[in-house]
């Protein structure tokens, strides 16, 4: 019973423990820490990020030292139609 609450006790602490804060955003944007991700994996991200909210990522700075951040905005395609994306899913596109 005592290893058990040990190895629980052990989980508990390095649960805590990890890679740092990844991308903050929301619908309108988002950062990025620098140090973690190199620049084309940050790019990746800010599509998956803004493709959650139909838009697209345009990148609005980098801060490029340790503790820096890459930042970008969420921005909204005049040509996007929900129904033709609707149709585009569900035939595969």
């Known amino acids: ?3 058990v609450a040990v190895v629980i006790a052990f989980g508990v602490l390095l649960s805590g423990c990890g890679v740092g804060p ?3 955003g929301n619908d309108t944007g ?3 820490p620098y140090a973690q ?3 084309r994996t940050a790019q990746d991200m800010a599509v998956a990020h803004c493709a959650q909210f139909n ?3 345009k990148a609005t700075a980098v801060d490029a030292r340790y503790g820096g951040y890459y930042s970008f ?3 909204i ?3 996007y139609d929900p129904a033709l994306a609707a149709v ?3 035939s595969g596109w």
Request: hydrophobic residues 35%; charged residues 35%.
């Open 37 to 39: 991700v190199d620049p």
């Open 73 to 75: 905005a969420c921005k």
């Open 88 to 90: 585009a899913i569900r």
């Open 30 to 32: 988002g950062i990025i």
């Open 22 to 24: 990844g991308l903050k």
């Open 77 to 79: 395609d005049r040509h």
């Open 55 to 57: 838009r697209y990522p």
């Open 1 to 3: 019973m005592h290893r």
